[in-house]
């Protein structure tokens, strides 16, 4: 009764009763438990309504309720063990882009404006998906929430680092395509694919192909094929096809620039039903093809691919300063060493001559670069060693800019002797640092610093056991196992290859990739 009350408002008299059913009426978005939410949420974001001036234009109501509905982002619901019910998202007001996307609808649904779930299920060169949302403008245009609201014709904001796959809506009704597949497959086919409520909306974001590849190992009976991407392990299906008679299929409407495999289901398992290939930014297949070509030697430094936002933990330090000082407050402050060039993410190792001995030690972020790092980053470090001439460690309690608030990643992460955790300050206060007070009496001369910037270590790590392989055929094959000496690896491989590199000692990210022109 309240979705049709609200389905009565100014904003929303040019929608459908089909239209109304999809992006209004539903009573929950994914699995959480049912409850009366709608006037709860109304309560709290009907105030909006003072700050529209055409309650007739659904995108201006829609502009100030996204504005007021916008919960804080937190990684850390991604562990969370079941869907947040309606009451605690209003109560919380924040979690990951899942949590928040439902927060949205549901301030959204509840204010009678309509709005679907958008979502990548996988990306084409990151193994995680997102959510997000859209709504319909006075038109019955989708209008996605990765654009300003204000401006339905400026170009979706969307994460450069990353390649789309594939964009989906989700429906409340079942589509016939999905559930003749069920039905042909008699169920039997990738798990992630038997959802039967969701439409394919990529090409309203991105430039798009419709892929025709003939399969060269498929065995009798098989009438679909899937398309996937690799996700860390293994090949992950975004999208289906059915299987002509001369063994072609047609995968509709795929993001450019991503490597696919296209794969058959059977007995549980996906299975390769040819070589993968890459579709490149300009829409052109570039298959894989290593047989008899020539091998020359690569030099591999990382198994992750990466990116602008980790390459910006590094720059962060630059110019930074290491300082001793006596007084608490560093007005006193002594420059040990200015860092002059961007670091590695590797364990840095500075020798300091100067002879004075000091209480307070400290790592000083520059001004200029240390809030450089972009989203959700700021002040940021893993790890801080300070040293005496005997090359006894020193311990003390750690010391920051005072006023830090919420600290999620606490100064004694820099501490720990852990490289993958790691402090941060995202505060555009100047002067950020991180450091320890040795304590009253305990002065003591630095003669070697270690540092070592936030990283994902994923770089080559000496000791650690690697082993490459390279796509031959229909599957992955090793050209052998090799224990890191330094921070690179050297292997005779093929050229016009995909490759794996696996770390077997440790760490989950990894990623395929070419090797063209002496980098991988």
């Known amino acids: 009764?309240?979705?049709?009350?609200?389905?009565?408002?100014?904003?929303?008299?040019?929608?459908?009763?089909?239209?109304?059913?999809?992006?209004?009426?539903?009573?929950?978005?994914?699995?959480?438990?049912?409850?009366?939410?709608?006037?709860?949420?109304?309560?709290?974001?009907?105030?909006?309504?003072?700050?529209?001036?055409?309650?007739?234009?659904?995108?201006?109501?829609?502009?100030?309720?996204?504005?007021?509905?916008?919960?804080?982002?937190?990684?850390?619901?991604?562990?969370?063990?079941?869907?947040?019910?309606p009451s605690n998202l209003l109560k919380g007001n924040f979690g990951n882009c899942s949590n928040n996307s439902n927060h949205k609808i549901l301030a959204f649904r509840s204010m009678g404006v309509p709005v679907a779930l958008d979502f990548i299920p996988i990306y084409g060169n990151n193994k995680n998906k997102h959510f997000w949302n859209?709504?319909?403008?006075?038109?019955?245009?989708?209008?996605?929430?990765?654009?300003?609201?204000?401006?339905?014709?400026?170009?979706?904001?969307?994460?450069?680092?990353?390649?789309?796959?594939?964009?989906?809506?989700?429906?409340?009704?079942?589509?016939?395509?999905?559930?003749?597949?069920?039905?042909?497959?008699?169920?039997?086919?990738?798990?992630?694919?038997?959802?039967?409520?969701?439409?394919?909306?990529?090409?309203?974001?991105?430039?798009?192909?419709?892929?025709?590849?003939?399969?060269?190992?498929?065995?009798?009976?098989?009438?679909?094929?899937?398309?996937?991407?690799?996700?860390?392990?293994g090949w992950y299906p975004v999208h289906f096809g059915r299987i002509a008679?001369?063994?072609?299929?047609?995968?509709?409407?795929?993001?450019?620039?991503?490597?696919?495999?296209?794969?058959?289901?059977?007995?549980?398992?996906?299975?390769?039903?040819?070589?993968?290939f890459l579709l490149n930014k300009d829409g052109e297949i570039i298959q894989f093809n290593p047989e008899g070509s020539n091998v020359r030697q690569v030099k591999l430094t990382r198994k992750y691919n990466m990116v602008q936002r980790k390459e910006n933990w590094q720059r962060c330090l630059l110019n930074g300063k290491f300082q001793g000082a006596n007084k608490a407050d560093f007005s006193d402050a002594v420059t040990l060493h200015t860092i002059k060039r961007i670091?590695?993410?590797?364990?840095?190792?500075?020798?300091?001559?100067?002879?004075?001995?000091?209480?307070?030690l400290r790592f000083l972020f520059d001004v200029d670069t240390a809030n450089i790092t972009g989203e959700y980053d700021g002040a940021t470090i893993a790890e801080v060693?300070?040293?005496?001439?005997?090359?006894?460690?020193?311990?003390?309690?750690?010391?920051?800019?005072?006023?830090?608030?919420?600290?999620?990643?606490?100064?004694?992460?820099?501490?720990?002797?852990?490289?993958?955790?790691?402090?941060?300050?995202?505060?555009?206060?100047?002067?950020?640092?991180?450091?320890?007070?040795?304590?009253e009496g305990n002065q003591q001369r630095v003669a070697t610093i270690r540092f070592q910037s936030r990283n994902d270590m994923n770089n080559i790590q000496p000791g650690d056991e690697y082993e490459l392989y390279v796509w031959y055929g229909d599957n992955f094959r090793s050209l052998g196992k090799q224990v890191a000496t330094d921070t690179v690896l050297y292997y005779n491989a093929p050229s016009n290859a995909l490759f794996w590199l696996r770390n077997l000692s440790g760490g989950s990210e990894e990623r395929i990739f070419t090797y063209e022109n002496g980098k991988q």
């Open 134 to 233: 859209s709504t319909l403008d006075n038109d019955g245009k989708p209008i996605s929430f990765e654009k300003p609201l204000k401006d339905p014709n400026s170009e979706v904001i969307f994460l450069p680092k990353f390649t789309l796959t594939k964009i989906f809506r989700q429906t409340w009704a079942h589509q016939h395509d999905k559930l003749l597949l069920l039905t042909e497959t008699k169920n039997k086919l990738p798990s992630n694919l038997k959802d039967t409520k969701y439409i394919d909306v990529t090409e309203e974001y991105i430039e798009v192909d419709d892929i025709a590849i003939r399969l060269t190992n498929l065995p009798e009976g098989v009438k679909y094929a899937y398309i996937g991407v690799f996700n860390n392990a």
């Open 1 to 85: 009764d309240a979705a049709f009350k609200e389905w009565q408002q100014p904003w929303c008299r040019h929608i459908s009763f089909e239209q109304f059913c999809e992006y209004i009426l539903p009573y929950r978005t994914f699995e959480e438990r049912p409850e009366y939410w709608r006037h709860r949420f109304k309560k709290q974001y009907k105030h909006i309504l003072d700050s529209v001036k055409d309650k007739n234009d659904v995108l201006e109501v829609g502009y100030h309720l996204n504005q007021a509905a916008m919960p804080y982002f937190s990684l850390g619901f991604d562990k969370f063990p079941v869907t947040i019910a």
């Open 343 to 360: 670091p590695s993410q590797h364990l840095e190792t500075i020798k300091i001559y100067n002879p004075g001995k000091f209480r307070y």
């Open 245 to 276: 008679s001369d063994s072609t299929v047609v995968f509709t409407k795929m993001g450019r620039n991503v490597v696919y495999l296209p794969m058959y289901f059977k007995d549980e398992n996906l299975f390769a039903a040819t070589t993968p």
């Open 385 to 439: 060693q300070f040293y005496n001439a005997k090359q006894e460690l020193l311990v003390g309690e750690p010391v920051t800019l005072p006023g830090q608030k919420v600290v999620v990643y606490p100064p004694s992460n820099v501490f720990d002797g852990n490289p993958l955790t790691y402090y941060l300050d995202d505060r555009e206060e100047k002067g950020k640092y991180i450091g320890i007070d040795l304590g």
